[in-house]
């Protein structure tokens, strides 16, 4: 059962279930969790949050024992940490296709070396390159309604699967840095990496991580049989307009099925990667479980990566501020998912902007795996002074919170000058300096 209470109320061994406000005014990456740290309640009790849900059929209730008879429960972490907490237990239950792994990476560690972002980068364009080719010819074909062979895309996948094994972040962080985003196959491309990291993430089987990428590479593969070029559309669509590009995704699935090569868990993306956890979603309107597993990840890495790249009518949005816009779609994607996403990603993922307790904005350009709220970051703008200034390498996690992320920002309402190229060379610069 929800019950609402004033955050000042708030006590140890209470489930939060939601908490009121914008995701990025309050400390926590999470929405769910069981309280049962001192330190967490202190920081809810000083944050912005003024009301929270608790759940009291899996925690305490107001001044009295609740579903933890009083007694204290593991505190939900980033499985980076460790190992599975109670909460994870009770989920995996629930949802035993989601299973959070006790280590970050789920396959053999020893398989491929660990690269930082500055490192695994170079690797990324490569793959970036190699990859635009292939799906450019691909997208082609089935443009022209010849099928498609599994054998013409693995080789993407393998490399896809290869970097993020390397590094989760890179290829994904060099996918929000990159001016050129536009087209549908770096779409499918950039959903593809977001995937595979996600089902890594989660501790799918390796095959299925990668069946998982596949799903995100071919999903819009539909989009190439509509009568219409959505690409040369400057505006929100008509209403006419949208009910045709909505057939993409049963157009879609019938082109791969037709093939007879690609599996069916990965067809069945097409159809799938705009419903809804709620059930306001297209072509079938379904809800929840209904929905394939690959269908709610595909719906929240497609969303995720539409918002976060340009658009021939409207510009993309910071990495940080998508996943709040994202948080507060309530009901539409399936939480456990989000939740996991998130930690895939990062709190504050690479490409995100940041302003600083020094006055500053930085971009985000590496993560800490011990603490994704504390990245690594280049200052790069002085809020004051109102100019931009040489690059400073900040590793936040080594301040000890004298320098800290105060929030998410925006840069545009800096009116910086040229700053997609400006974020682009901070972060290449960043990534050559730590080679």
Not at 31 to 57: M, Q, Y
Not at 125 to 145: C, N, P, W
Not at 349 to 364: F, H, N, Y
Not at 417 to 430: D, L, Q, T, Y
Request: charged letters at 25%; glycine letters at 10%; aromatic letters at 6%.
């Amino acid at each position: 059962m929800l019950k609402r209470i004033d955050a000042a109320d708030v006590q140890l061994g209470m489930f939060i279930h939601k908490l009121e406000g914008n995701w990025l005014k309050h400390p926590f990456w999470r929405t769910k969790f069981l309280l049962t740290d001192a330190e967490t309640l202190a920081d809810l009790r000083n944050s912005e949050v003024e009301g929270v849900l608790i759940d009291v059929s899996q925690g305490d209730d107001v001044g009295g024992k609740g579903a933890s008879g009083g007694r204290q429960r593991p505190l939900v972490v980033p499985s980076s940490t460790g190992g599975a907490s109670a909460l994870d237990r009770a989920r995996a239950e629930r949802h035993p296709e989601v299973v959070r792994p006790t280590n970050v990476v789920p396959f053999d560690p020893r398989s491929t070396a660990q690269l930082s972002v500055a490192r695994e980068i170079g690797h990324a364009k490569a793959v970036v390159a190699r990859a635009s080719r292939v799906l450019a010819g691909v997208f082609e074909q089935a443009r022209l309604g010849k099928a498609i062979s599994r054998g013409q895309v693995e080789p993407v996948i393998e490399d896809l699967f290869a970097s993020i094994q390397r590094n989760p972040h890179a290829f994904n962080g060099l996918m929000r840095i990159r001016r050129e985003n536009t087209s549908l196959y770096a779409h499918g491309l950039a959903v593809s990496a977001l995937m595979i990291a996600l089902g890594r993430q989660m501790g799918l089987p390796e095959q299925r991580v990668k069946d998982a990428g596949l799903a995100g590479l071919l999903m819009d593969v539909g989009m190439g049989h509509l009568p219409i070029d959505v690409s040369n559309i400057l505006e929100d669509l008509s209403d006419k307009e949208r009910e045709i590009v909505q057939t993409h995704t049963t157009l879609g699935h019938e082109f791969l099925t037709m093939g007879g090569e690609i599996p069916e868990e990965v067809t069945q993306v097409c159809l799938e990667h705009h419903e809804r956890y709620d059930g306001t979603g297209y072509p079938r309107g379904i809800a929840g479980e209904e929905i394939g597993l690959f269908g709610r990840m595909a719906a929240i890495c497609d969303v995720y990566d539409s918002m976060t790249s340009d658009r021939p009518h409207r510009p993309r949005i910071d990495p940080n501020a998508a996943l709040g816009l994202m948080r507060g779609m309530e009901g539409e994607f399936d939480d456990d998912i989000l939740d996991q996403f998130i930690e895939s990603v990062g709190v504050y993922p690479i490409g995100s902007v940041v302003r600083l307790t020094t006055g500053r904005l930085a971009l985000v350009v590496d993560q800490n795996v011990d603490d994704y709220t504390r990245p690594r970051v280049w200052s790069f703008y002085d809020i004051t002074a109102r100019r931009v200034i040489k690059p400073e390498d900040l590793n936040l996690r080594m301040y000890g919170g004298r320098v800290d992320i105060v929030c998410s920002d925006d840069a545009a309402g800096y009116a910086i000058e040229n700053f997609p190229a400006i974020r682009e060379m901070v972060f290449n610069s960043a990534c050559k300096a730590l080679q």
